[in-house]
């Protein structure tokens, strides 16, 4: 069956570093993928996504590009905020594009 | 639009009470969803619906039932809590067009605390 499996954290940066989340899949077919993110005491926000192969999601500053060689979407982001503060969700969806599988989830924390 | 409204914020259950989870969208989105997230967790799907009238078990159903009278509304039963039901629970919706789009759009989520 589909997984998605991501770096554990929490994931310490200081304010204006490069921000690396990998994200790992494992699915038939193209499936979709996507990074949602969790703010405190808030449900879940799509980021950004990417429908098929080499497609590049952006949103916010964020980036993260659809591999299928190496069945990857790792998040980046060149110059972290304290406001980025938050959870991020790598998910991945079925082919009938109904159901999202989801990784465990980062904490991310941005000191000043 | 107020997108997906989820009703209790918290609420705090003793071991063996009953209560209902309230989901609300107004996207005319036919899928619904239920999550729990536990604390340090990913999401994980407990029960979802294609439409009025119809729902299925996700992952982890045990414990909770669902209905779907109507295309807005996906009520969330728990008949006897249990401390393992502390989590927080995440209502979404989406409206797949057939192809390999998925995105879900989440309520806010309840905080429900079993002693």
């Known amino acids: 069956g589909n997984s998605v499996t991501q770096m554990e954290g929490p994931v310490t940066l200081s304010e204006e570093a490069f921000l690396t989340i990998n994200c790992t899949y494992t699915a038939t077919g193209y499936p979709s993928l996507f990074w949602y993110v969790q703010y405190p005491g808030e449900g879940l926000q799509l980021l950004l996504k990417a429908t098929k192969a080499d497609d590049k999601g952006s949103n916010k500053g964020f980036e993260a590009t659809y591999r299928k060689e190496t069945t990857s979407f790792h998040l980046e982001k060149g110059s972290v905020q304290v406001s980025d503060s938050a959870v991020y969700f790598c998910?991945?969806?079925?082919?009938?594009?109904?159901?999202?599988?989801f990784g465990g989830g980062t904490r991310l924390m941005v000191k000043p | 639009n107020a997108g997906v409204t989820q009703t209790p914020k918290f609420r705090i259950l003793k071991i063996g009470q009953s209560m209902t989870l309230q989901c609300t969208q107004d996207m005319n989105h036919n899928y619904m969803y239920w999550y729990r997230q536990d604390p340090g967790m990913g999401l994980k799907l407990i029960y979802y619906s294609v439409g009025a009238g119809i729902t299925d078990k996700g992952e982890v159903p045990n414990g909770y039932n669902v209905s779907r009278s109507t295309t807005e509304d996906f009520p969330l039963r728990l008949e006897l809590a249990a401390p393992s039901q502390t989590s927080v629970y995440f209502c979404a919706s989406s409206y797949p067009t057939g192809g390999s789009y998925n995105e879900q759009f989440f309520g806010p989520g309840t905080r429900l605390t079993v002693l």
């Open positions: 998910a991945l969806g079925n082919n009938a594009g109904n159901m999202l599988t």
